[in-house]
């Protein structure tokens, strides 16, 4: 976590074109999201689980008073899923929904480095890309000859979860 | 026009008091009789003149020109001239109406309806030209043409102009002026006024300086003088007001006539009638002589200028700021929590200190969280004020004749919940009116009096309030209602009702039995949704009803929607939280108590009825102790009227909670109605009991939860 917050100071530098992206790993492939969204990072801790959710939403936990849903993109994902490790973060992102900001934490792997991408370098998602659906995929990059998936968190996260149709009767 | 932040704020706070003014306006209007009650008409007076004043000192002069014909007509009113007619009345009101959207207009800066505008003007001088006496009609026709005088000059000029020779004269005044003490810190400059005084007549004037404090105590910002003036000269009351206009809600004022009959200005000092001396204070005095005109001042008039108390013991709060109060209070909250579950394990001879510093601690923070919490609270008369106008139009409209009497309006509770039972109130009120009342005729018919009551009361009652919305009218049409209900397949054919289930079904969606659909009610949209509205406060509503005799609609409402008294419970290894309000009792039950239903609903009984079991572990998905009713505890509860036990492995604390929404970073959840945050820092999820037993009911299908 260290890492990643040094590396968003020195790369501060970037062009009108570029754009910064903290990345983390999943199941062995490098992520990444609009370092503006991001919050802070910090180690996974125990949640409350919420009943009648998807099982990828593992709950709630308490961020300084306010009550931040958790979800495990490995398991949104439909990856297979493992034992939470030391390196296992939640990174405590703002996403946009139809309804409004809210904040939300994403279980991942580990956190991994800050980069600047270049609008040049990078690519619109092929039809197939990993074992991710390329609807949250909003673009590729190349970097350093490794390849980064640049998430569309709003559209991961804002619409598909955060607003999904409660059913009827549902609780004030 | 560019306006600096600071002309905007006051701004914004003249069409905020401009609002206030029109709500005094209407309800004095509205409790005008057929005689004019002098203390009525000098409030609504002066909200008229305040608009007046502000729009033309901040250049709305289209405003300040249509308030001036208003007041013309008022000023008239108030001096007895001229009869306060019903038609009078209706014009104001709807002058109130479109004052109202002309503020709206003017801070949206947007244009103004102007046929609207024209059309009321001249219904207004159409009143002041049927003139009962002599005076000619004043220059109230100008306002129009007048738009964009400057204000003083409005002012100033048509006060003057207005008032019509009066009966009485009086040749001089005494004024009790008693400012508060950050009269000067508001840059108001009391000698100024005392010189605008000076060029109408000759003033005495007595300073009371007995609250004045030793030297080097006193604040030389501070105003720590009051004053007795006594003004000679026949000066007209409104030329008075315009010079404590700007200070009125920062002092007392007290305007008294003196002398009967034009007389020498020292006479008119001695002479002065009443003695309302200021008290025993050193007086020193002090004579200006000027040249008096000559005009009338209002008879009768001994007219204490007083703002509501309620105004002058009001602060306008912005509410984030409150609610970012309330976050912290909520956070303070769980740290006592907190540091309560920490003492139980540490060394036993601090243990004492600890446990009463705790119990201090404990004690400061419930106090600090009950007055914050008493910041969002307002008296439901926020809600209620607006209902005399209401029945006032819909009677008229209707045909009906209707005393509405207001009972509890004192009662308060929090400003979101004030917010929201709002329009749900609207909706019963004109329900009430619509199909409740009857015609005059009808009622006479029926040996009832002409005229109906339709009355709104508020209270207490255990940690909720209650409103309750009664008429004396025609009551519900149980016949009618079942009919209808069996017509739209609501209510099976062969099921039978009782009286009270078939009143209720007026809050199933679609329902109404109005034969006609009128623009006030009737459409089946609306009961449902007050139903729901009501429902989503925390709160519900149920009505009941004697046919002919009238209905009573009573709504129950918890006081706050940010705290709540939980108990919690643990299942398993969760824990949740039932509020206490829902909790009737708690028991355990002997297996042979437990019966299963048709499938795979539990019931037990309890005395002489039989409930369903809810099973948290099933409900929830959580592993629990037991699944048997026999080995855990059921937290009876109730809401909407129905009972189930909840089926939980333990009880554990009760506490307050304060309540987080789950919607505001996820969405809502069925089965939970929020979340909130432990002592431990973890958080616990609150259970929506209506939501709970709704649940359990429908899919329990038609098993009713009474016993036969």
């Not at chain 2, 819909?394 to 045909?399: D, E, I, V």
């Not at chain 2, 409103?467 to 519900?476: S, T």
């Not at chain 2, 709504?555 to 419970?569: E, N």
Request: charged share 25%; hydrophobic share 45%.
């Amino acid at each position: 976590m260290s890492t990643a917050k040094a590396a968003a100071g020195a790369d501060r530098s970037g062009t009108d074109s570029s754009e910064q992206y903290l990345t983390f790993m999943l199941a062995g492939e490098e992520y990444g999201v609009d370092i503006l969204r991001v919050q802070e990072i910090k180690g996974w801790d125990k949640v409350t689980r919420i009943p009648h959710t998807p099982d990828y939403v593992l709950g709630v936990i308490n961020l300084r008073g306010a009550v931040v849903p958790i979800l495990d993109l490995r398991r949104r994902f439909g990856l297979e899923t493992i034992e939470f490790g030391p390196t296992t973060v939640v990174i405590v992102v703002r996403v946009m929904s139809a309804r409004g900001e809210r904040t939300v934490g994403v279980v991942v792997d580990a956190v991994s480095e800050v980069y600047n991408v270049d609008a040049d370098d990078t690519k619109p998602p092929p039809d197939v890309c990993g074992s991710v659906d390329t609807v949250f995929v909003k673009a590729l990059a190349t970097i350093e000859e490794k390849m980064l998936i640049l998430l569309d968190i709003d559209r991961l996260i804002g619409n598909s979860i955060v607003d999904e149709t409660v059913p009827a009767g549902a609780a004030a | 026009m560019t306006i600096d932040p600071e002309m905007a704020e006051i701004v914004k706070v003249f069409f905020q008091e401009s609002r206030e003014g029109l709500d005094a306006m209407e309800s004095g209007l509205l409790g005008l009789g057929a005689t004019a009650d002098t203390e009525n008409i000098n409030t609504i007076f002066r909200a008229a003149h305040s608009i007046k004043g502000g729009s033309a000192t901040f250049g709305f002069a289209e405003v300040a020109a249509f308030t001036h014909g208003v007041e013309t007509l008022l000023d008239e009113m108030r001096n007895g001239v001229r009869p306060v007619t019903s038609e009078a009345v209706q014009t104001l009101l709807q002058a109130c109406d479109c004052l109202r959207e002309m503020i709206a207009a003017t801070e949206a800066e947007q244009p103004l309806d102007q046929g609207r505008i024209a059309a009321l003007n001249s219904d207004i001088l159409h009143i002041l030209g049927e003139r009962p006496n002599e005076t000619p009609t004043p220059a109230a026709g100008a306002p129009r043409s007048a738009a964009g005088a400057p204000q003083r000059a409005a002012a100033a000029g048509p006060a003057a102009g207005v008032p019509p020779a009066a009966a009485e004269q009086s040749t001089g005044w005494r004024i009790v002026f008693e400012p508060v003490a950050e009269l000067l810190r508001l840059r108001n400059e009391p000698t100024r006024m005392f010189a605008e005084l000076e060029r109408l007549g000759t003033i005495a004037a007595r300073a009371d300086v007995s609250r004045l404090p030793a030297l080097d105590a006193l604040d030389p910002e501070s105003c720590y003088l009051s004053w007795t003036l006594e003004v000679s000269g026949q000066i007209p009351r409104p030329k008075l007001d315009e010079i404590f206009d700007w200070v009125d809600s920062h002092c007392r004022l007290e305007f008294t006539p003196t002398g009967r009959s034009a007389a020498a200005p020292a006479a008119a000092v001695q002479a002065a009638p009443q003695a309302l001396a200021p008290s025993a204070a050193p007086s020193p005095e002090a004579k200006v002589a000027s040249p008096a005109n000559a005009e009338r001042g209002p008879a009768a008039a001994n007219v204490p200028v007083q703002k509501a108390a309620a105004e002058s013991g009001s602060i306008r709060v912005a509410t984030e700021k409150v609610d970012g109060i309330i976050n912290l209070v909520g956070e303070l909250l769980i740290t006592q929590s907190m540091l309560s579950g920490f003492a139980d394990g540490i060394d036993p001879d601090d243990l004492d200190r600890l446990r009463q510093g705790l119990s201090q601690l404990a004690r400061n923070t419930r106090e600090l969280q009950e007055s914050v919490m008493q910041i969002r609270m307002l008296p439901i008369s926020f809600a209620f004020n607006r209902f005399p106008r209401i029945v006032h139009d819909l009677s008229r409209k209707l045909g009906k004749k209707v005393e509405l009497k207001l009972t509890g309006e004192g009662t308060e509770l929090d400003k979101t919940v004030l917010e929201k039972i709002s329009d749900p109130l609207v909706h019963l009120v004109r329900n009430a009116l619509d199909h409740g009342l009857e015609i005059p005729d009808r009622r006479l018919a029926t040996g009832k009096q002409e005229t109906g009551t339709l009355e709104l009361a508020a209270f207490h009652e255990g940690g909720n309030i209650i409103i309750e919305v009664r008429d004396d009218g025609a009551g519900l049409n149980k016949v009618k209602i079942l009919q209808k209900a069996r017509e739209r397949g609501l209510v099976a054919a062969d099921q039978e009702l009782t009286d009270e289930q078939i009143d209720n079904l007026i809050f199933m969606p679609g329902f109404s039995t109005a034969d006609q659909i009128s623009d006030v009610s009737g459409r089946g949209v609306g009961m449902d949704v007050v139903r729901r509205n009501i429902n989503d406060l925390g709160g519900h509503v149920q009505i009941s009803s004697k046919e002919g005799l009238g209905s009573t609609i009573r709504i129950r409402l918890p006081l706050t929607l940010a705290i709540l008294d939980g108990q919690l419970v643990r299942v398993g290894k969760e824990i949740y939280i039932i509020s206490l309000l829902a909790i009737v009792e708690t028991i355990q039950v002997p297996r042979e108590r437990v019966n299963k239903l048709v499938g795979r609903t539990e019931v037990f009984r309890l005395r002489e009825e039989y409930l369903p079991v809810v099973k948290l572990c099933d409900q929830f998905g959580v592993e629990p102790d037991s699944r048997s009713a026999e080995d855990g505890l059921l937290v009876v509860v109730e809401a909407d009227g129905k009972r189930a036990g909840v089926l939980v492995d333990d009880l554990l604390a009760q506490q307050q909670v304060v309540i987080k929404s789950l919607e505001s970073n996820f969405k809502s959840v069925s089965g939970i109605a929020g979340a909130t945050i432990l002592g431990d820092g973890t958080v616990a999820l609150i259970i929506d009991v209506p939501g709970l037993i709704r649940s359990v009911i429908n899919s329990g299908g038609a098993i009713s939860a009474h016993a036969a």
